[in-house]
């Protein structure tokens, strides 16, 4: 198959033709036929980017290493904080100190700017919005500030509309991991003279409805913890700020130091869960430490796990084929049918899930989860283990668990202390059915969401070459 191609071709280019690159991607026909229609279309009102706007790549990667990470500041955008929906995320805010934001001012966006990601998830842009005055950008990021002619949220639409990404696309570049470069977002094409107020309200209206659906979905999976403590009969405990508090000195001395362990807060919910049966989570399951050692069972590429790749608190993950060659040095950890994956990487945020792969078959996780195996208990269903790690009151522990500051992480010794509530058999099953249940509405919830979404991106696009302004 021709490389990029969605189906077997043969095409032939004439040597005139050959402008910008001469590889078979950025020529093939899909690619070609667009451009003329772009051209025909528009004609001197095509415009590359880089003309109507500043287009600037982030500082070079050793300008900010991890050790610049600061809990305030001024914000770093990094492709985390750019969803795949096209909007800003805050969720994983980290910071730069003002001394370092500063120095790298010329790398600054601020509201009305578009932040595209270059590398990794290709192309995924947002309009930086008014939450904080100023943020600088990552090395992964390419910012276009200073729009003429046009508005940031047309060029946004554009760029996420099937138009846009058939053009990052055919720009990108690399075999392993694809990425797009400054110049190649500068190039590419804008059409000027549209109806921006209709195309960009075709977005607004799309994401509106997307929005709700995916609230929807985390209304869902959120409240399946006040499911479960209705079930199991645990009180609802607010977490009240106590300023004033006193832990026993045994605690202290043969535990940890810092006030945030010992807040009251945390030992109520313990001792919510410690009012019926329970067991802690390192003898009611087996932790793997089954290794790969990057050479053997696979051919020539993997399927690889991230942390990244795990939604929260839904139970599903995402592998990546990786080539061996590239394999990165955390991808460590084998993982077989029925496992399951615990992040350790501020685990509270509930990046937990259980392999799916045949029977037979493995998976490769970072060394960033910790691999729940074999139960030591009969009592204890492994969807129900599943589910219940998702629980807040269990969540909670592992936060308290955790240590470090920007990237909280926990031990796996620590995680086999997490004390873990064990109803009867009926009850377990009841659970596992109500998570099953709103498991599959949130899969439902998605899928119509995501069809929307790509409905109206399409719809974008036929208005586009229907509808400009004459």
């Known amino acids: 198959m021709t490389p990029g191609a969605k189906s077997l071709c043969a095409f032939a280019v004439k040597r005139g033709d050959l402008k910008k690159r001469i590889d078979v991607h950025y020529n093939l026909p ?41 809990e305030s500041g001024i914000p770093l955008v990094r492709i985390t904080n750019v969803s795949k929906d ?29 932040v595209i990601s270059q590398r990794g998830s290709l192309g995924q842009c ?49 075999q392993v991991q694809q990425k797009i470069t400054t110049q190649d977002i500068a190039d590419v094409p804008i059409p000027l003279g ?27 999976l959120r409240g399946m913890s006040g499911y479960i403590h209705e079930v199991l009969d645990l009180d609802e405990v607010e977490d009240k700020t106590t300023i004033f508090f006193a832990a026993p000195r045994g605690n202290v001395l043969h535990k940890r130091m810092d006030p945030e362990y010992h807040r009251p807060f945390y030992a109520h919910r313990i001792r919510e869960i410690e009012k019926a049966p329970h067991d802690t989570l390192g003898n009611i399951v087996e932790f793997s430490n089954e290794t790969w050692n990057q050479k053997d069972y696979f051919a020539s ?38 496992d399951i ?21 493995m998976e490769i996780a970072s060394t960033g989860f910790c691999v729940l195996r074999r139960l030591r208990r009969e009592d204890v269903s492994k969807e129900y ?22 990237y909280p992480a926990i031990t796996g010794d620590e995680l086999k202390k997490i004390v873990i509530p064990i109803p009867d058999p009926a009850l377990q099953k009841k659970i596992c059915e109500e998570a099953a249940r709103r498991k599959d509405a949130v899969k439902a919830l998605r899928g119509e969401a995501a069809r929307e979404w790509q409905a109206a991106k399409t719809q974008f696009e036929k208005d586009l070459f229907g509808g400009q302004k004459k």
């Open 30 to 70: 899909e690619y070609t036929l667009l451009e003329k229609q772009l051209r025909s279309k528009f004609a001197d009102r095509l415009k590359p980017l880089g003309e109507i706007a500043d287009v600037i790549c982030g500082p070079f990667g050793s300008a900010i290493k991890n050790t610049d990470y600061r």
């Open 86 to 114: 096209g909007y800003m995320n805050y969720d994983d805010l980290i910071f730069l100190s003002e001394e370092l934001g500063e120095r790298l001012c010329r790398t600054q966006v601020t509201e009305g700017d578009i």
């Open 126 to 174: 947002a309009v930086v919005d008014g939450r904080y005055p100023k943020m600088n950008i990552s090395a992964n990021i390419i910012a276009v500030k200073n729009i003429r002619e046009s508005s940031a949220s047309f060029i946004h639409d554009y760029l996420l509309s099937v138009v846009g990404q058939a053009l990052l696309a055919r720009n990108a570049s690399g």
């Open 194 to 220: 549209c109806d921006e107020k209709h195309l960009s309200g075709l977005v607004r209206s799309a994401y509106s409805s997307y929005s709700q659906k995916i609230a929807q979905t985390d209304s869902l």
């Open 301 to 338: 590429e993997f399927p690889y796990i991230e942390i990244s790749g795990v939604r929260l608190r839904e139970n599903v993950y995402e592998t990546v084929a990786t080539p061996l060659e590239k394999a990165p040095s955390r991808a460590k950890m084998i993982v077989r049918r029925g």
């Open 341 to 361: 994956i615990v992040s350790t990487t501020r685990p509270h945020r509930g990046a937990i899930a259980t392999i799916t792969c045949p029977d037979g078959e």
């Open 385 to 406: 283990l599943q589910w219940i790690l998702l629980e807040d009151y269990v969540l909670l522990q592992m936060l308290r668990g955790s240590s470090g500051g920007n």
